[in-house]
């Protein structure tokens, strides 16, 4: 099996600050994580995954880090894809996954990203600036934007005209709400059509009754049961990584949040290892 590149990629400027907080706790409870997963004595299901895991922390100290961050991003999402390995990526804000966007964009074949969002990160509106920023990154990613699909948003002003020019497909919040089957089964042909597939989860998918770790919390959001749902849809050897994004732990609740991405951190080494 190839290996995993569990890269954090703790960068919240231009939008949610805070956000780099949380790149830097999960990287702490997933060093946690694979310490404990050493230190067992007895047979567990994590010695599928244990021996295939790369974990790397890039760090934001000084000038030069932040003057750079893109091409450092870039470089360290390159080499991982590159090598055929599962990419792990965990962000501050959204706008940290962009690095990653920028190396799909220059992969052969069509790859697919299908986002888990309540946004959709293309805004052009008046009171929004034209400057890079976690809310328009999707304009400046560097070459033609892979396939999207937006699962969860609650997007209400942007045009339908408008979000075509981006997005191959969406399904809002309130269309999950009233039946997630037609979203469900969409993703699983797109899926099929791909030569890769690469999930990027911005936290703020969720609704804050389940997720109350965001910056910029939406109503009427997706459940963590629906979105994982919408994983095995998704899922098969051509899902070559995940991204995690805008986990705000100073507005979590006892841990909450925290623990969600943990749990699906392993949830999703255990389904990529053990072939569930």
């Known amino acids: 099996m190839a290996k995993t590149s569990a890269i954090f990629f703790p960068f919240d400027l231009f939008g949610s600050a805070g956000a780099a907080d949380g790149a830097k706790l ?36 000084t000038l030069p880090d932040y003057e750079t961050w893109r091409q450092r991003g870039r470089q360290a999402a390159r080499q991982a894809l590159r090598k055929g390995e599962f990419l792990l990526w ?56 892979p396939a999207l699909l937006n699962i969860g948003h609650r997007e209400l002003l942007l045009t339908s005209e408008y979000i075509e020019r981006y997005y191959q497909w969406t399904c809002s ?10 979203a469900l089964e969409r993703v699983r042909k797109a899926c099929t059509a791909a030569d890769r597939v690469f999930l990027d989860l911005d936290c703020d998918c969720f609704d804050p009754a389940y997720f109350p770790a965001l910056a910029h919390p939406l109503p009427f959001g997706i459940s963590p049961q629906l979105l994982l749902r919408f994983v095995a849809a998704a899922w098969s050897d051509k899902v070559c990584g995940v991204a995690f994004s805008e986990f705000d732990p100073g507005r979590d609740r006892n841990d909450r949040s925290l623990a969600t991405l943990v749990w699906l951190a392993e949830w999703l080494l255990l389904k990529r290892y053990e072939g569930a």
């Open 26 to 61: 999960l990287a702490d409870a997933f060093t946690e994580m694979l310490d404990d997963n050493r230190r067992e004595k007895l047979p567990t299901r994590a010695a599928r995954y244990q021996p295939h895991v790369r974990m790397r922390e890039l760090t934001f100290e």
């Open 90 to 145: 965990t962000a501050g804000n959204h706008l940290g996954v962009l690095p990653v966007y920028d190396e799909l964009a220059k992969l052969p074949g069509k790859t697919l990203v299908i986002q888990f969002d309540a946004h959709l990160d293309i805004y052009n509106l008046s009171d929004c600036t034209a400057e890079l920023s976690h809310g328009n990154f999707l304009l400046h990613c560097d070459g033609p934007l």
């Open 173 to 182: 919040a309130s269309e999950l709400a009233v039946d997630p089957e037609p």
